[in-house]
């Protein structure tokens, strides 16, 4: 019995679907058990295929991926779906509403010279990350006791002048199913915290998609982070895609820093350099948060917090997409507490408010 990840391929164009498939013949980890130019063929073969993930295209005649996906969810299909969608406007918006609908995961589709070279090692990456995935019904309404109210839609509290008496900070990493784990704790948050930095795993492009989702959702403003922006509470930051998220202490404050050095643990933005420079820069102002995610990124960054003395919060293997980036962070003695991610907006608020500087 073979030990490989087989692979089912939807996409409409044929010079795609051989890229994506050359680089996976690459890998003795992965086997391309089928492929398909739209969902109506693919309806027809996936019975018989019976694959561990399906890479799945955006922008198709017949039927569009998003409409297959949810139908694929209706039917109670389980299997991991990884996007692979352009790098367009709306093509960056599908893919949000597509993990909304459940994809485990999102990649940009190659450029127009098909060269996946590049891809190759990131999709074998998030491919495996998928198949480790484990698709999580999570409770929308927090316990009775520690309940958050959800904000009416289209009511924002603006960002608020820094204070400067208040050193906290809250920083958050997230991967693999961290898109559907940011969506549903952020705007589960009130207005008027300390200021949130995020780092998720997510192509440049689609993070200002997934930042414009989340903000007509919360309480308080969302958006991308620009490089020297002064921190304030009501104001959550999220790290654009390929560059890497720091903050600096100044005299004013809180500064954001961005940067395109190196990747870290194979990642551009890295959870460790959001968390090592929050661990710097607040101390034990710092509430640092890791969600699920396939890795170790952020794990030695938690623990940089809490040598600090600042306070880590990790979410349980039972709600975890992919039970990898909290694993490795428990495995450092890094977090003060595992939380299921139905609790960690409460969890949150309470853990800040024991913070006092």
Known sequence: MSDKIKVFIIDDSALVRRAITDALQNDPAFEVVGVAHDPLIAMEKLPKLNPDVITLDMEMPRMDGLTYLKQLRAEGSTIPVVIISSLTQQGSQLAVQAMEAGAADVLAKPNGSMDIGHLAAKLAYHLKAAALSRRKSIRRTAPAETAIPSPAIGTKAPPASPKSADKRIIVIGASTGGVEALRYVLPR????????????????????????????????????????????????????????????????????????????????????????????????????????????????GMQAIKRAGGITLAEHEDSCVVYGMPRAAVALGAVDQSIPLDQMPAAITRTLAKISL
């Open 189 to 300: 948050l009130p207005a008027g915290l300390p200021p949130i930095l995020v780092v998720q795993h997510i192509p440049a492009v689609f993070s200002g998609a997934v930042a414009q989702r989340i903000n007509e959702l919360a309480p308080y403003t969302v958006r991308e982070a620009v490089d020297g922006e002064r921190l304030s509470h009501g104001l959550c930051l999220i790290a654009p895609g390929d560059f890497h998220l720091s903050i600096v202490q100044r005299p004013e404050g809180y500064v954001t820093r961005l940067t395109q050095t190196p990747p870290i643990n194979f990642c551009r933005p890295a959870v460790d350099v959001l968390f090592r420079s929050a661990a710097t820069a607040a101390g034990q102002g710092c509430l640092g948060v890791l969600l699920t995610g396939m890795g170790s990124d952020g794990a030695v």
